[in-house]
């Protein structure tokens, strides 16, 4: 069974441009999130979907951050304009949904994002 | 709010010595804890979780984590230290139920030293 994927692994990009990051979940994952981790700080949450909808985005820093998941599969995450502060390893993560006390979240990669 | 602390960002031990990892929590409400690791160009992988059943709970890879309620304490140890433990490693607590969003320590790159 494939795990989670992340496209692209890397990207450097100048401030103001735009970048798109991609996240295919387990397939049957209902539940993805989205994390960062700007350097040298904890990992932080963003947000989670479960399917195609916004659960909880409180962790989104600015509206210059727009996820989406299309049909509750892959979850794209732009940025636009990047700015120096956005850089940092972007990581997604998806659970089944179940009954149990906690549904185990598996990691892609991550996305390192370095902007100029 | 919940919040997690790990003690000591880098941390070095040598090959078959005891790995003990630190990490404080903080949280409301009774929590569920983590621990995850990170290789080199790889995702977080899941050690343990602890998840109100019994309080010594043991992982993959002879990894194993005691929730101390009374000390706010969930540190991670292994009695013998191989190589191949070198990585990056996180702890994490999630409390809501329906949106398990973790919320992680700033993490320990444990380094072996031969």
């Known amino acids: 069974e494939a795990g989670v994927t992340q496209f692209p692994s890397h990207s450097v990009i100048e401030k103001g441009q735009t970048v798109t990051l991609r996240c295919d979940p387990i397939s049957g994952h209902d539940n993805l999130y989205w994390y960062r981790r700007v350097m040298g700080k904890e990992i932080k949450f963003l947000l989670h979907?479960?399917?195609?909808?916004?659960?909880?985005e409180s962790g989104m820093p600015n509206n210059r951050f727009l996820a989406e998941r299309t049909g509750g599969t892959y979850s794209t995450l732009k940025v636009q304009p990047a700015e120096l502060e956005d850089s940092g390893v972007y990581f997604c993560?998806?659970?089944?949904?179940?009954?149990?006390?906690?549904?185990?979240?598996?990691f892609g990669p991550g996305t390192r994002l370095t902007v100029l | 709010a919940q919040s997690v602390t790990q003690l000591g960002s880098h941390v070095s031990v040598s090959e078959g010595a005891l790995v003990l990892l630190r990490c404080n929590y903080s949280?409301?409400?009774?929590?569920?804890l983590f621990w995850y690791v990170q290789y080199p160009n790889q995702g977080l992988q899941l050690l343990l979780k602890?998840?109100?059943?019994?309080?010594l709970v043991k992982g993959i890879n002879g990894f194993e984590a005691e929730f101390k309620k009374s000390e706010t304490s969930f540190h991670l140890t292994k009695p013998s230290a191989h190589m191949s433990d070198a990585a990056e490693y996180f702890c994490?607590?999630?409390?809501?139920?329906?949106?398990?969003?973790?919320?992680f320590g700033t993490g320990t790159r444990l380094t072996i030293i031969p």
């Open positions: 949280s409301s409400v009774p929590p569920y």
């Open positions: 994490a607590v999630s409390v809501d139920f329906g949106n398990e969003k973790l919320t």
């Open positions: 602890y998840t109100s059943a019994a309080t």
């Open positions: 993560a998806s659970s089944p949904q179940g009954l149990v006390p906690y549904n185990e979240q598996f």
């Open positions: 979907f479960v399917k195609e909808s916004k659960q909880d």
